[in-house]
């Protein structure tokens, strides 16, 4: 069973900058990518950015040039850094993971609120 926990969200006011961390249960073979994802109230779920096994990044427009992912492959972790943090980037933001041949999971999120 894959278990995906998130942490490091909070209260940010704009302009501010968090730190999101996504750990993964025990040792997983065959990651194909880890990203993020987020939901915020009234909307559906979006993709914020991915990183590929060979380290292939990918953001959305909406985050691009604020937000950077990375992975630490060793450990099977990956983080959001976020800079430059706006109100309409409150949301809970889910971490994901696309194993071969087993498919996607999710963590259970975590919130992230922008406000002054």
């Known amino acids: 069973q894959v278990q995906l926990v998130e942490s490091g969200g909070g209260l940010v006011q704009p302009g501010g900058s968090l730190r999101l961390s996504c750990a993964t249960s025990?040792?997983?073979?065959?990651?194909?990518?880890m990203g993020w994802y987020r939901q915020a109230p009234g909307k559906q779920r979006e993709w914020v950015a991915t990183i590929r096994t060979g380290g292939n990044t990918k953001y959305a427009d909406s985050v691009k040039g604020r937000f950077t992912i990375s992975r630490d492959s060793a450990r099977n972790t990956v983080d959001l850094q976020m800079d430059s943090l706006k109100p309409e980037d409150t949301a809970v933001y889910y971490c994901h993971v696309d194993i071969l041949l087993r498919g996607n999971y999710w963590g259970q999120g975590t919130q992230v609120t922008v406000s002054s």
């Open positions: 025990g040792t997983i073979y065959g990651i194909k990518a």
